[in-house]
């Protein structure tokens, strides 16, 4: 096993895979910017380094400053956590070639994911079905409305390079698709250096379902159940729960059967999540993510497995430490990302937290490198807390995170801890019949 890990990125995950880390008796570096010395991660990391100015781009997107930091430090390993480098291909070979491994999938994989066309092509060859779409890039107007002609319309054009809602625009008609057409690949090309764009069939409610797997690249495979992220808001994710309120056990068993069938067959290694749009009783795969995700949490209160510390042990060479028979999903587990911004517009709240109590009792877990004292900087994504509960039954899960998020105090900047506490007592929450547009009427009717 490692001795030492440097975790290359910053708040609550980072605090997180310190925690596996320790908990495993592997000391941890902690690389920071100048706005986050004082965080608790880096409090707690046994050495830190401080590798450039708050900006990501001059910090933690610095891949030179994060290897000199590896070899300064004489780490072992690097994990990525996610975000920032954790699906960046050449990162994981520069960590590689610099002498050092890379917590997380071989950079092919991550290369063929990180190209949504490519990806697409894959998980048919892996036995999924995908959204009907072009196969390839359109390249032109030509191109683009014979693809739609054959798909039908209303039409979605994504950009190849894109991925978790970025860089996606509808088009209803022909019309439509020739002013929509130079926008998205204008807008590839800028968000992503690549203006390569395709074209699905767009869905009208689908629910946003998804696979937590884990390979070990050496023939072990295993899942830990679906997670549903319907609730979206401009394509940022406000909560997640496990198991998926609209699944019946049938149609579970089928997804959760495919998605293994398909990450096997990959031959993937390390901790990676399958995601597909539902709807009519069909699953379409979408994307995969090759990394480590915010939501990891309530696949692990379910299921006890640690899916950091197999991170850990898979990267360093073992075999997965479990058979899917080993696991038994128990109950349900909800989780509420917490955000520094104001819960009605979403303006950032970033500033000095006075006062802080985190709720505890049983089957609630909180993940967050919040402290009394602390000042949240205004550089980075807002996301300073999750709360995750656990719980026998939906029902129980419910009322725990009510209880909880009332127990829950953060004085001194706004959260969206009060958002959470009106959406988990609306009754259609309550009822789970949500798809990916409920969320967006839900803060319509009082915003
Ligand atoms: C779609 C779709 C409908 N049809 N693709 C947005 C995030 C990205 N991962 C995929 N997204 C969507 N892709 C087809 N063919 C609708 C969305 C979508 C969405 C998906 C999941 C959760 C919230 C969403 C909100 C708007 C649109």
């Known amino acids: 096993m490692f001795e030492k890990v440097l975790i290359a990125n910053r708040g609550e995950i980072a605090l997180r895979i310190h925690r596996a880390c320790h908990e495993m008796g592997i000391r941890t570096v902690a690389v920071h910017s100048?706005?986050?010395?004082?965080?608790?991660?880096?409090?707690?990391?046994?050495?830190?380094?401080?590798?450039?100015?708050?900006?990501?781009?001059?910090?933690?997107?610095?891949?030179?400053?994060?290897?000199?930091?590896a070899a300064i430090t004489g780490a072992d390993a690097i994990h990525p956590g996610l975000g920032f480098l954790a699906e960046n291909a050449d990162f994981a070979e520069a960590v590689e070639e610099h002498g050092f491994t890379f917590i997380g999938p071989a950079p092919e994989h991550i290369r063929l994911m990180g190209d949504k066309i490519r990806a697409k092509a894959e998980a048919v060859r892996?036995?999924?079905?995908?959204?009907?779409?072009?196969?390839?890039?359109?390249?032109?107007?030509?191109?683009?409305?014979?693809?739609?002609?054959?798909?039908?319309?209303?039409?979605?054009?994504?950009?190849?390079?894109?991925?978790?809602?970025?860089?996606?625009?509808?088009?209803?008609?022909?019309?439509?698709?020739?002013?929509?057409?130079?926008?998205?690949?204008?807008?590839?090309r800028a968000a992503f250096g690549d203006d390569a764009v395709y074209l699905e069939r767009f869905l009208d409610r689908p629910r946003h379902i998804e696979v937590q797997l884990i390979g070990d690249g050496r023939g072990g495979t295993i899942h830990l159940g679906e997670r549903d992220c319907s609730l979206q808001r401009a394509h940022q994710k406000l909560l997640e729960?496990?198991?998926?309120?609209?699944?019946?056990?049938?149609?579970?068993?089928?997804?959760?059967?495919?998605?293994?069938?398909?990450?096997?067959?990959?031959?993937?290694?390390?901790?990676?999540?399958?995601?597909?749009?539902?709807?009519?009783?069909?699953?379409?795969?979408?994307?995969?993510?090759?990394?480590l995700q915010v939501e990891h949490p309530i696949s692990e209160m379910i299921s006890g497995v640690d899916i950091v510390k197999e991170q850990l042990r898979i990267?360093?060479?073992?075999?997965?430490?479990?058979?899917?028979?080993?696991?038994?999903?128990?109950?349900?587990?909800?989780?509420?990302?917490?955000?520094?911004?104001?819960?009605?517009d979403f303006r950032p709240s970033p500033g000095r937290v006075s006062e802080y109590h985190a709720p505890g009792g049983p089957g609630v877990r909180v993940d967050s490198a919040l402290y009394q004292g602390y000042e949240v900087p205004p550089f980075y994504d807002s996301l300073i807390a999750k709360l995750v509960v656990h719980g026998g039954s939906r029902e129980e899960c419910v009322m725990r995170l009510r209880?909880?998020?009332?127990?829950?105090?953060?004085?001194?900047?706004?959260?969206?801890?009060?958002?959470h506490q009106r959406l988990v007592d609306d009754p259609e929450f309550r009822r789970g019949t949500y798809d990916i547009h409920w969320l967006e009427r839900f803060l319509a009717r009082r915003g």
């Not at 309120?245 to 068993?253: F, G, I, N, V, Y």
């Not at 058979?323 to 104001?342: K, M, P, T, V, Y």
């Not at 209880?403 to 958002?419: C, D, K, N, S």
């Open 34 to 69: 100048t706005a986050d010395s004082q965080a608790m991660n880096v409090r707690l990391a046994d050495e830190t380094v401080c590798i450039g100015p708050p900006p990501a781009r001059a910090s933690y997107l610095n891949i030179s400053a994060i290897l000199s930091a």
């Open 126 to 188: 892996l036995g999924l079905t995908v959204v009907p779409g072009s196969p390839e890039a359109v390249r032109d107007l030509g191109d683009a409305e014979a693809a739609a002609r054959a798909i039908g319309y209303p039409v979605l054009l994504k950009a190849a390079a894109g991925g978790g809602g970025r860089g996606i625009r509808p088009a209803r008609d022909p019309a439509e698709l020739a002013g929509m057409l130079p926008l998205a690949q204008a807008e590839a």
């Open 241 to 291: 729960e496990t198991p998926s309120p609209t699944l019946d056990p049938a149609a579970r068993a089928r997804l959760l059967e495919l998605a293994v069938a398909a990450l096997h067959r990959l031959g993937y290694k390390s901790a990676g999540t399958i995601e597909f749009l539902y709807e009519d009783a069909a699953f379409y795969f979408i994307e995969m993510n090759t990394r």
């Open 315 to 344: 990267a360093a060479g073992a075999p997965l430490g479990y058979r899917q028979s080993d696991i038994a999903l128990r109950g349900h587990a909800i989780e509420c990302r917490i955000n520094a911004e104001d819960p009605e």
């Open 403 to 419: 209880r909880a998020l009332a127990e829950y105090a953060i004085g001194g900047i706004a959260t969206t801890i009060p958002l």
